[in-house]
C-alpha cells in the first residue's frame, strides 16, 4: 500500500517549566497554526481508516459470498456454520423481496380504481423496501464476519479477496493509531494554548513563552545608556520615571490591602490598604524620567539630572503595579517606584534575573 499520511507537521522544540508543562519555542499564533493543522491531519487520518475499514469489510463480504454457496468445498469451521446457514435464508429472503417488488412494478392497473391500488401498492412497496435494507444489511454483516474468520481456504477466488482485505485492515489499523497519536498531540497543544493564553491576558505579554526562550537561549543583550561593567549585558532597557514617596497626612477612606500570585511566575501583584483615620499617606512624586535597565548584575535608572544603580545581590522584594514597579534594597526603608509602560514584563525580567544570580 502506498504512503496514505497526511502532510507531516514536525513539532517545535519544547522546555519543561516547573509548574507548568512543556512550552513550546514557538509563537503562540505558530501554536496554533500548528494545532489547526494537526487536527486536519487527524480528521484526515480518520477518513482514510474509515475508508480502508470499509473497504476491507466489503471484500470479507465478497469473499463470503462465494464461500456460503460452496461451504461444503470450502472447509468452513463449525463455528460458522449456523453463520452461513443464515446467510443463505437471507439471501432467499432477499430474493422473494425482489420479485414481490418487481411484481408490483409490472402490474398494470387504469381507471379511478387504479388511484386508490397504486396508493396501497406504493405502502406495500414501502414496506417490502424497508424489510429488503434490513435483510441487506444484516446479511452484509453476516457475511463480513464469516469473511474475517474463514481463515484459509481452498477456493482461490475467495482467498485472494480474504487476503486483500486482510491487508486492507492492517492499513487501517496503523492508520488509525496515528490518526490516535496526532489527536494526542493535538490535545497537547490545546493545553499549552489555554496556559499560555492565561498567562498573557494576566502578565500582558507571552510570558510562558519568554520564559522557555530565555531558559534555553537566555536573553539577548540589548543597547541601553547603562555604562556596563566588565561581564555585565543588559536585558532590558525601557522608558520609565522615577518617583518616590512624599509623606502627607490626611483623612481617607478605610481599604483592606491584599496581594496574589500572577501565574506561575513568582511574582505577585500588590493592592495597597489604607485605614479611615487621619493617617499619613504616601504620596508618589515625580524625580526625573529616562530609562530603567534590568542587566545581569544591576537594576538601574538612567535618567536626565538623576540615576539610581541596585545591584541585584542587594534586592530584597518586588512589588508590581498597574503602572509601576517597586523595588525594595537594602540601604534604604522605602522602595523607588519606577513608572513603566509594561510592569509586569519589568517585572518578570528582575525575577528572571535574580533567579539566575542565585541559582
Do not use: C
Not at 510562558?208 to 537566555?218: D, E, F, K, M, V
Not at 481599604?255 to 506561575?264: A, E, L, N, R, V
Not at 522602595?335 to 544570580?357: E, G, M, R, S
Amino acid at each position: 500500500m502506498g504512503d496514505t499520511t497526511p502532510s507531516a507537521t514536525p513539532p517545535p522544540a519544547s522546555v519543561s517549566i516547573p509548574e507548568v508543562g512543556n512550552i513550546s519555542l514557538a509563537t503562540l499564533d505558530q501554536v496554533r497554526a500548528i494545532r489547526t493543522q494537526l487536527a486536519a491531519d487527524a480528521q484526515n487520518l480518520d477518513v482514510k481508516a474509515s475508508s480502508l475499514e470499509n473497504q476491507a469489510e466489503q471484500k470479507f463480504a465478497d469473499a463470503a459470498a462465494i464461500l456460503v454457496p460452496r461451504r461444503s468445498e470450502a472447509n468452513l469451521s463449525s463455528v460458522l456454520a449456523p453463520d452461513a446457514e443464515k446467510a443463505q435464508k437471507l439471501v432467499d429472503q432477499i430474493a422473494s423481496l425482489n420479485a414481490q417488488l418487481q411484481a408490483r412494478e409490472e402490474s398494470p392497473h387504469s381507471g379511478l380504481r387504479a388511484v386508490f391500488t397504486k396508493v396501497g401498492d406504493w405502502n406495500e412497496g414501502r414496506k417490502l423496501n424497508a424489510q429488503r435494507a434490513a435483510s441487506s444489511s444484516a446479511l452484509r454483516s453476516i457475511l463480513v464476519s464469516i469473511g474475517r474468520n474463514a481463515g484459509q481456504t481452498p477456493i482461490v477466488e475467495a482467498q485472494t479477496l480474504i487476503d486483500e482485505a486482510a491487508e486492507l485492515d492492517r492499513d487501517a489499523s496503523r492508520i488509525k493509531g496515528e490518526a490516535a497519536e496526532t489527536s494526542a498531540r493535538v490535545s497537547s497543544y490545546d493545553q499549552e494554548i489555554g496556559l499560555r493564553q492565561s498567562s498573557q491576558e494576566q502578565m500582558g505579554f507571552d510570558a510562558l513563552y519568554t520564559a522557555a526562550y530565555l531558559q534555553t537561549y537566555g536573553p539577548p543583550a540589548v543597547e541601553s545608556p547603562l555604562e556596563l561593567k566588565k561581564g555585565e549585558q543588559a536585558y532590558l532597557s525601557v522608558p520609565a520615571t522615577l518617583s518616590r514617596n512624599q509623606t502627607r497626612t490626611h483623612f481617607v477612606g478605610g481599604s483592606q490591602g491584599f496581594s496574589f500570585p500572577i501565574g506561575h511566575t513568582g511574582i505577585r501583584y500588590r493592592v495597597g490598604s489604607f485605614h479611615g483615620q487621619p493617617i499619613s499617606q504616601q504620596i508618589l512624586t515625580k524625580v526625573d524620567s529616562g530609562s530603567l535597565v534590568i542587566s545581569n548584575q544591576r537594576v538601574a535608572f538612567i535618567g536626565t539630572v538623576k540615576s539610581v544603580l541596585i545591584q541585584l545581590a542587594k534586592v530584597v522584594h518586588v512589588e508590581v503595579y498597574k503602572d509601576a514597579v517597586a523595588v525594595f534594597h537594602e540601604g534604604r526603608e522605602n522602595p523607588d517606584f519606577f513608572l513603566v509602560q509594561a510592569p509586569k514584563q519589568v517585572t518578570f525580567y528582575i525575577n528572571w534575573a535574580l533567579n539566575k544570580l542565585r541559582a
